[in-house]
């Protein structure tokens, strides 16, 4: 499957925001984006003026890349918010936070949701005591993620819930450290989701 290779901090200075896609080095002062704030490349000081589907396009972007989706994916969770009751930009919202590596991130069983990617692919969690390596599985209500036995003392695990008072656990989520688990008590509500995300853009853009 094709994946975004380059590096990660280029990503959050071409979105002129900090999307802390590489863990603990987005909160130190070796972050590229404190120390270049400003788009790369040869122009990237200079300011350009936005169309009104450029700042949608660069919307979607922004959540693809936060996420860590590609296009093929991420249209696959706007039309599945589409279909459902409800708002359909909270919808999406609440479709990419239930996805198990993103439940992983905020649980702080790991620094990054790239990190918890690839955990997961390598079998180091349990949901509901069975083994799941699928990263894009959607997580319910009431179901509990645990790191497996065996797998307690990998030392990015570790280090992540060593950290994790510097993020804190969201409050629809429940984390108990000393037996490296967490339940989802419930979705969040979009007032809960407070990163810098206009999802009606994104609405907008696909409804063209």
């Given at each position: 499957?094709?994946?975004y290779?380059?590096s990660?901090?280029?990503?959050?200075?071409?979105?002129?925001?900090?999307?802390?896609?590489?863990?603990?080095?987005c909160?130190?002062?070796?972050?590229?984006?404190?120390?270049?704030?400003?788009?790369?490349?040869?122009?990237?000081?200079?300011?350009?003026?936005?169309?009104?589907?450029?700042?949608q396009?660069?919307?979607?972007?922004k959540?693809?890349?936060?996420?860590?989706?590609?296009?093929?994916?991420?249209?696959?969770?706007?039309?599945?918010?589409?279909?459902?009751?409800?708002?359909?930009?909270?919808?999406?919202?609440?479709?990419l936070?239930r996805?198990?590596?993103?439940?992983v991130?905020?649980?702080?069983?790991?620094?990054?949701?790239?990190?918890?990617?690839?955990?997961?692919?390598?079998?180091?969690?349990?949901?509901?005591g069975?083994?799941?390596?699928?990263?894009?599985?959607?997580?319910?209500?009431g179901?509990?993620?645990?790191?497996?036995e065996?797998?307690?003392?990998?030392?990015?695990?570790?280090?992540?819930?060593?950290?994790?008072?510097?993020?804190?656990?969201?409050?629809?989520?429940e984390?108990?450290?000393?037996?490296f688990?967490?339940?989802?008590?419930?979705?969040p509500?979009?007032?809960?989701?407070?990163?810098?995300?206009?999802e009606?853009l994104?609405?907008?853009?696909?409804?063209?």
């Amino acid at each position: 499957m094709a994946r975004y290779r380059e590096s990660l901090c280029r990503l959050c200075r071409s979105e002129g925001l900090k999307l802390f896609l590489k863990g603990d080095r987005c909160y130190s002062d070796k972050c590229a984006f404190e120390r270049k704030g400003y788009v790369p490349g040869e122009h990237g000081q200079l300011r350009r003026k936005r169309t009104d589907y450029g700042v949608q396009l660069r919307e979607k972007q922004k959540l693809k890349r936060m996420y860590g989706l590609l296009e093929k994916q991420f249209r696959g969770y706007f039309e599945k918010a589409d279909r459902q009751k409800g708002i359909t930009g909270t919808n999406l919202l609440i479709f990419l936070e239930r996805r198990l590596d993103n439940m992983v991130y905020r649980l702080g069983l790991a620094t990054s949701r790239n990190e918890a990617r690839q955990l997961i692919k390598h079998n180091h969690f349990l949901v509901n005591g069975k083994k799941m390596n699928i990263p894009s599985y959607i997580v319910k209500v009431g179901e509990e993620i645990q790191v497996k036995e065996k797998s307690r003392n990998v030392g990015r695990i570790i280090e992540a819930i060593e950290t994790v008072a510097r993020r804190g656990i969201p409050e629809w989520l429940e984390l108990d450290k000393d037996n490296f688990t967490g339940v989802v008590k419930r979705f969040p509500t979009r007032e809960e989701l407070t990163m810098p995300m206009q999802e009606q853009l994104v609405v907008e853009l696909y409804s063209k």
